[in-house]
């Protein structure tokens, strides 16, 4: 990023190359524009400045079928569409990293409880045992520190305490 604001053009295109990953070929495209008169509601919002398009293209190597995922989002920051670009990749990178762990080590997803609030409240109480597990700097995995603790009060203490 240059010093300052970065420049305010129209619209700012940032492609992606063709990457192959997961038995999959992938390209992403954002956009980002600035011109946003035309948005109703746009004073509602004060300090938007920037709406943005991501657009994934995934072609299954397997059957060489693909499919298209769009996804808009609206911003008050000053960015180019390849800043942009890096910001939701990160963020979608953390997301499904979370997700991946609580279904890996937790089992979330074959979890039965769809009763009143407590898909909810089991959701909230594993992300704190993650955070727990994960903040005990112990050299392990998380399924590892999970085990132990369920064996040894001590360790247990120790991941709930910080001790």
């Keep these: 990023m240059t010093e300052g604001r970065v420049p305010r053009f129209p619209e700012d295109i940032w492609e992606g190359g ?3 990953d997961r038995g999959r070929l992938e390209r992403r495209r954002v956009r980002a524009a600035c011109e946003i ?3 109703s509601g746009r004073k509602k919002r004060k300090g938007l400045k920037t709406i943005i398009e991501y ?6 190597l397997s059957d060489g079928k693909t499919t298209t995922n769009t996804r808009c989002y609206i911003s008050n920051r000053d960015c180019t569409a390849e800043e942009f670009a890096r910001i939701i990749l990160g963020h ?3 997301e499904n990293n979370l997700h991946w762990t609580l ?3 937790f089992g979330e997803d074959g979890c039965r409880a769809r009763k009143d ?5 089991l959701a909230v109480l594993r992300k704190i045992s993650l ?3 994960r903040a005990a700097d112990t050299g392990m995995s998380v399924r590892r ?3 132990l603790a369920c064996i040894n009060p001590d360790f247990l203490g120790k991941i709930i305490f910080n001790r």
């Design 103 to 105: 279904d890996v080590s």
């Design 18 to 20: 063709l990457e192959k």
């Design 37 to 39: 008169g035309f948005l």
């Design 117 to 121: 609030s407590s898909p909810k409240n």
């Design 92 to 94: 979608w990178s953390m």
């Design 131 to 133: 955070g727990l597990l």
């Design 55 to 60: 657009r994934g293209e995934r072609t299954a």
């Design 145 to 147: 520190k999970m085990r």
